[in-house]
């Protein structure tokens, strides 16, 4: 009975979150502002990944935390997004993060160019070619940081909420930041 209870509560918490999600969507054209003043975000990149790259990247997640602020969801955040270069600096980065072995690391990075845990986002720059598309997944990867310091353990009971409220955040961030 407790575990219901508990599900319940995740998920009207998870439902308050998406609601004032959609509420922020009405609101378009609002300027990026850095990163630094809404949440503690720090960019780490392998030599080969450009500080213009990095700060797509930065810019993204600091407009990301921005949309969920202006939707009154103000977050403490701290997430570290480290930037890879390709297929196998992201392999062997998510090997030393996560202190898997390979073949546990190539089966949780199998069909993705971005992997996250609490606090930590990867990208695998290669992956993604595009700003748009660098824009969406940073968006994407941002707010299941959100998700998870809102809601804490109970983020992970109702996955298709969840995966539905990064989707809508991605594509808001992708027209506020005019990738229309």
């Given at each position: 009975?407790?575990?219901k209870i508990?599900?319940?509560i995740g998920?009207?918490?998870?439902?308050?979150?998406a609601a004032?999600?959609l509420?922020?969507?009405?609101?378009?054209?609002?300027?990026?502002v850095?990163a630094?003043r809404q949440a503690?975000?720090t960019?780490e990149c392998?030599?080969?990944?450009?500080?213009?790259?990095?700060?797509?990247?930065?810019?993204?997640?600091?407009?990301t935390?921005?949309?969920?602020?202006?939707?009154?969801?103000?977050?403490?955040?701290?997430?570290?997004?480290?930037l890879?270069?390709?297929?196998q600096?992201?392999?062997?980065k998510?090997?030393a993060?996560?202190h898997?072995?390979?073949?546990?690391?190539a089966?949780a990075?199998?069909?993705t160019?971005a992997?996250a845990?609490?606090?930590r986002?990867i990208?695998?720059m290669?992956g993604?070619?595009?700003?748009?598309q660098?824009t969406?997944?940073?968006?994407?990867?941002?707010?299941?940081?959100v998700?998870?310091?809102?809601?804490?353990?109970?983020?992970a009971?109702v996955?298709?909420?969840?995966?539905?409220?990064?989707e809508?955040?991605?594509?808001?961030?992708?027209?506020?930041?005019?990738?229309?």
């Amino acid at each position: 009975m407790k575990n219901k209870i508990n599900l319940l509560i995740g998920c009207f918490v998870l439902l308050m979150i998406a609601a004032a999600s959609l509420t922020a969507c009405a609101q378009a054209n609002v300027p990026p502002v850095s990163a630094g003043r809404q949440a503690a975000i720090t960019i780490e990149c392998q030599a080969d990944v450009s500080e213009t790259e990095a700060a797509v990247i930065e810019r993204v997640a600091g407009e990301t935390m921005r949309f969920f602020q202006e939707a009154g969801l103000n977050t403490k955040s701290l997430i570290q997004i480290i930037l890879v270069r390709n297929r196998q600096a992201y392999l062997s980065k998510v090997m030393a993060r996560f202190h898997i072995s390979e073949i546990e690391a190539a089966r949780a990075i199998k069909g993705t160019d971005a992997v996250a845990e609490p606090g930590r986002i990867i990208i695998n720059m290669d992956g993604v070619p595009s700003d748009r598309q660098k824009t969406f997944l940073t968006a994407h990867e941002t707010t299941h940081q959100v998700q998870r310091n809102l809601a804490g353990n109970q983020a992970a009971a109702v996955k298709w909420l969840l995966e539905g409220m990064v989707e809508t955040a991605g594509a808001q961030v992708v027209d506020r930041m005019d990738y229309r």
